[in-house]
């Protein structure tokens, strides 16, 4: 029996890009291209249901940074100080003799979430920084 819920559409696109989208749809493990379809459009949502500030999330803001960057450390945590209700968790790993990875685990309002990970991220020694959310219910 099909699933009436589903619907079928047609997109056009380049040859060129339909061959490095099936490439991508091969090196992923999808199937076929309407699941690989599917999951580019619930990222996209998801995009941007978060970018609503008022929206309560969760997720992480992975930092890479030079662990000898003057000053660095005292102000990442003077900054996570500052945010300690939106902070679930940190770990720290040591990558090599100056290389170092952060993960801060996140929850609360999005825009607050993203104020933190902007502030962190653009620090100076901070060499690469991502901040990933995803919906949750707000929880008192």
């Given at each position: ?18 061959t490095e989208f099936d490439q991508l ?32 999330v969760a997720g992480s803001i992975l ?62 020694g901070v060499q690469y920084g991502k ?10």
């Amino acid at each position: 029996m099909k699933d009436s819920t589903l619907t079928r559409f047609g997109v056009s696109m380049d040859k060129k890009l339909l061959t490095e989208f099936d490439q991508l749809i091969a090196n992923k493990g999808y199937s076929n291209r309407s699941e690989a379809v599917r999951d580019l459009v619930r990222d996209a949502l998801l995009a941007e249901d978060w970018k609503d500030p008022e929206q309560y999330v969760a997720g992480s803001i992975l930092l890479f940074y030079d662990h000898g960057h003057k000053g660095l450390l005292e102000q990442m945590t003077e900054i996570q100080h500052d945010y300690h209700h939106e902070i679930l968790a940190t770990t720290h790993f040591h990558l090599d003799k100056h290389s170092c990875l952060e993960l801060i685990i996140v929850k609360g309002k999005a825009g607050t979430l993203q104020t933190l990970s902007d502030q962190l991220v653009s620090m100076k020694g901070v060499q690469y920084g991502k901040f990933t959310v995803a919906p949750v219910n707000e929880i008192d």
